[in-house]
């Protein structure tokens, strides 16, 4: 009965530098949503996938951003060329499709970019 | 274009009282209604979802309503204690007109403090 997990927990990295996110997912959770939280601002969706299609990638910032879905479980968001104001909380979530979907989150990862 | 508004901000009250925390909404035009409890350092955790169709749910201590036409909910915490201290969330499904309702919209979250 494991929840959603990410890793890492915590990321510094320099400008200019690449990072990778990843989300494991509620096994048979179909629904897997990417957000990022800013100091001070709300949650900002990023993307969201269905199995391992995005139908909405309305939310990625940049196309520094990139995010894919493999076996329609493990996500991974890359992050290409960090600038600091990628600096956030990465949130991951996963859903069963239904009528309640109600979002599960991890516990996020926190990106400082020096 | 749909904004979500949360008020107070910040709350602090001593253990015991009841207390409300408001969300505010622009578009009436809803699929469901989300409150979460963000605990620091830690993911958030759903604790009342409300559909379009649903005026009030209820767990535990808690109690939600939604006022889908004043575009307003409320999240009712009775008898506050030390360990509801987090910050509180709202979050807005729109409705399937709404194109990709998948994303929810988010308030900026009442960070509450239960004081002992």
């Known amino acids: 009965g494991a929840g959603v997990s990410q890793s890492p927990s915590n990321k510094v990295t320099e400008k200019g530098k690449d990072v990778e996110l990843r989300c494991d997912p509620i096994s048979g959770h179909t629904a897997l949503y990417w957000y990022r939280q800013s100091l001070g601002q709300g949650l900002e969706f990023l993307i969201y996938f269905q199995g391992n299609s995005a139908p909405d990638k309305s939310g990625l910032p940049s196309d520094r951003f990139s995010a894919e879905r493999t076996g329609g479980s493990v996500s991974t968001l890359t992050i290409q060329r960090t600038q600091q104001e990628d600096s956030a909380v990465y949130l991951c979530?996963?859903?069963?499709?239904?009528?309640?979907?109600?979002?599960?989150f991890g516990p996020g990862t926190r990106l400082l970019v020096l | 274009k749909q904004e979500v508004t949360q008020i107070p901000a910040a709350l602090s009250v001593p253990e015991g009282e009841n207390l409300v925390l408001n969300c505010s909404f622009t578009d009436s035009a809803i699929y469901n209604l989300q409150w979460f409890r963000q605990d620091p350092g830690k993911g958030l955790t759903s604790l009342l979802l409300i559909q379009s169709s649903q005026r009030e749910q209820t767990s535990g201590r808690l109690n939600a309503s939604l006022d889908k036409s004043s575009g307003r909910s409320t999240l009712y915490i009775a008898a506050s204690q030390p360990g509801d201290s987090a910050t509180y969330l709202c979050?807005?499904?729109?409705?399937?007109?709404?194109?990709?309702?998948?994303?929810?919209?988010w308030g900026l979250g009442t960070s509450l403090a239960v004081n002992p």
């Open positions: 979530a996963s859903s069963y499709q239904g009528v309640q979907e109600t979002q599960y």
């Open positions: 979050a807005v499904r729109p409705g399937m007109g709404a194109g990709n309702n998948r994303k929810l919209i």
